[in-house]
Nanobody, 124 residues
Framework: QVQLVESGGGLVQAGGSLRLSCAASGSIFSINAMGWYRQAPGKQRELVAFITSSGSTNVADSVKGRFTISRDNAKNTVYLQMNSLKPEDTAVYYC??????????????????WGQGTQVTVSS
């Protein structure tokens, strides 16, 4: 079983910064894309940014120029550096990963996993 564990959320004033981390663990042999989504109260979950295994990135227009996604393949970890935070960035942030894992009888399979979510609150 694969787990994604997020950390780094919290309360910050507008204009401040936070860095989110998400570490994948388990019987992993490879990870394709990793990404960050967020969901504000009363709104649908939305994509914030994703990064491929080769390092190509895509960032939502709403956070472009303020948020940066990166990953450490050796640590199976993805990061989200959030600068110049705004109150509208307040949401629960979720990590997502497309994980290749070894299952029973040494078979390999690809599955989509989510973290438990971490709260980011930006005060005005």
């Amino acid at each position: 079983q694969v787990q994604l564990v997020e950390s780094g959320g919290g309360l910050v004033q507008a204009g401040g910064s936070l860095r989110l981390s998400c570490a994948a663990s388990g019987s992993i042999f490879s990870i394709n894309a990793m990404g960050w989504y967020r969901q504000a109260p009363g709104k649908q979950r939305e994509l914030v940014a994703f990064i491929t295994s080769s390092g190509s990135t895509n960032v939502a227009d709403s956070v472009k120029g303020r948020f940066t996604i990166s990953r450490d393949n050796a640590k199976n970890t993805v990061y989200l550096q959030m600068n110049s935070l705004k109150p509208e960035d307040t949401a629960v942030y979720y990590c997502n990963a497309d994980v290749g894992e070894v299952v029973a009888d040494s078979r390999a399979t690809w599955n989509d996993y989510w973290g438990q979510g971490t709260q980011v609150t930006v005060s005005s």
